[in-house]
T-cell receptor, first 114, second 115 residues
Framework: QQQVKQSPQSLIVQKGGISIINCAYENTAFDYFPWYQQFPGKGPALLIAIRPDVSEKKEGRFTISFNKSAKQFSLHIMDSQPGDSATYFCAASPQHFGNEKLTFGTGTRLTIIP | DSGVTQTPKHLITATGQRVTLRCSPRSGDLSVYWYQQSLDQGLQFLIQYYNGEERAKGNILERFSAQQFPDLHSELNLSSLELGDSALYFC??????????????FGPGTRLLVL
């Protein structure tokens, strides 16, 4: 059962534009939502993460928006650059000890074109 | 560089065979996680160890097993291999084994091809 649904599967954005990737979850026990960035031939690396006590978190050009009632969260990349071309995974986990496992979305391949 | 090392980088084997993948966590991290990444399934959590003990299990097949040794390195054993086991296998580590509270650091992966 896919508990974290991610869209789109692939995305092409012009340099300088805004890239938006969306995720939706079903499990109401999820309360930690990280985004991972993966370059070809590398392992995923944490980009930014949010907990549900805030609706938005910004780190540089990267922003997570979180809508608890809709059970949705999204990654916005402002002023997208060719170096941002990578695969992005959203993920979710409960924080309750003994039940913590990261469930990943299926990934979005982002390509930034000049 | 995450500090997590995995060997081998690539592995080619035949159906029915058995292979062992090895992972060394970041210095100081007590927990190790194994993930399988395939094109159609994305990143799937397999199993987690903390300080030598199994802590959480995901979608790990019975043909697969893992362990974490006293020096904290971990091995993932895959047996009776099938074509569908071809995938990237990632190891990750974290300090205290709380994936809902801390960052996981991923290694570069082992690419397994079963022919």
């Amino acid at each position: 059962q896919q508990q974290v649904k991610q869209s789109p599967q692939s995305l092409i954005v012009q340099k300088g534009g805004i890239s938006i990737i969306n995720c939706a979850y079903e499990n109401t026990a999820f309360d930690y939502f990280p985004w991972y960035q993966q370059f070809p031939g590398k392992g995923p690396a944490l980009l930014i993460a949010i907990r549900p006590d805030v609706s938005e978190k910004k780190e540089g050009r990267f922003t997570i928006s979180f809508n608890k009632s809709a059970k949705q969260f999204s990654l916005h990349i402002m002023d997208s650059q060719p170096g941002d071309s990578a695969t992005y995974f959203c993920a979710a986990s409960p924080q309750h000890f003994g039940n913590e496992k990261l469930t990943f979305g299926t990934g979005t391949r982002l390509t930034i074109i000049p | 560089d995450s500090g997590v090392t995995q060997t081998p980088k690539h592995l080619i084997t035949a159906t029915g065979q058995r292979v062992t993948l090895r992972c060394s966590p970041r210095s100081g991290d007590l927990s190790v996680y194994w993930y399988q990444q395939s094109l159609d399934q994305g990143l799937q959590f397999l199993i987690q160890y903390y300080n030598g003990e199994e802590r959480a299990k995901g979608n790990i097949l019975e043909r697969f097993s893992a362990q974490q040794f006293p020096d904290l390195h971990s091995e993932l054993n895959l047996s009776s291999l099938e074509l569908g086991d071809s995938a990237l296998y990632f190891c990750a580590s974290s300090p205290s084994g709380r994936p809902g509270r801390e960052t996981q650091y991923f290694g570069p992966g082992t690419r397994l091809l079963v022919l």
